[in-house]
Every structure is written in C-alpha cells, then in structure tokens.
C-alpha cells in the first residue's frame, strides 16, 4: 500500500530562487561524478556549499519578511 505524498513544505527549509536552484542542481551533479570515480572521495566541500546556499537564502528570507514582502 503506498502512503500519501507530504505536500507540505518543511517551515525550516527557504524558499529558493531560480539561481540558487540551479548552482545546488550544479552542485549535486559535481557530487555525484565524484561518486562514481570512486565511493570514497571527499565530497564534504560540496556538501557545505550546497549549505551556505541554504544559508544565504534563510537570510534573505528572514530580511524580505522584515520589510515585508513575500
């Protein structure tokens, strides 16, 4: 029996803009040609780029909601 798909959005998660969409879509591609050279690359650079995107825009959602806009 398949269970019914979470359409809501985790509160603690940003919404991202186009860009920052794209540079973690880049960014996951990057990761997973590191994986498939070999299972135990570092990829811990990557991860905490892909963190600062996340970052950056919980920051600029956190301004925007303080001037009021959506």
């Not at 269970?3 to 509160?11: C, G």
């Not at 994986?35 to 600029?60: C, F, H, M, N, W």
Request: hydrophobic fraction near 30%; proline fraction near 3%.
């Amino acid at each position: 029996m398949a269970s019914k798909k979470n359409e809501q959005q985790d509160p603690n998660y940003p919404s991202l803009t186009a860009g920052e969409h794209a540079r973690i879509a880049l960014t996951v591609a990057r990761m997973a040609k590191r994986s498939i050279a070999s299972e135990t690359v570092y990829q811990g650079d990557l991860e905490r780029r892909i963190d600062r995107i996340i970052d950056g825009a919980r920051k600029r959602a956190e301004k925007n909601a303080k001037n009021g806009r959506k």
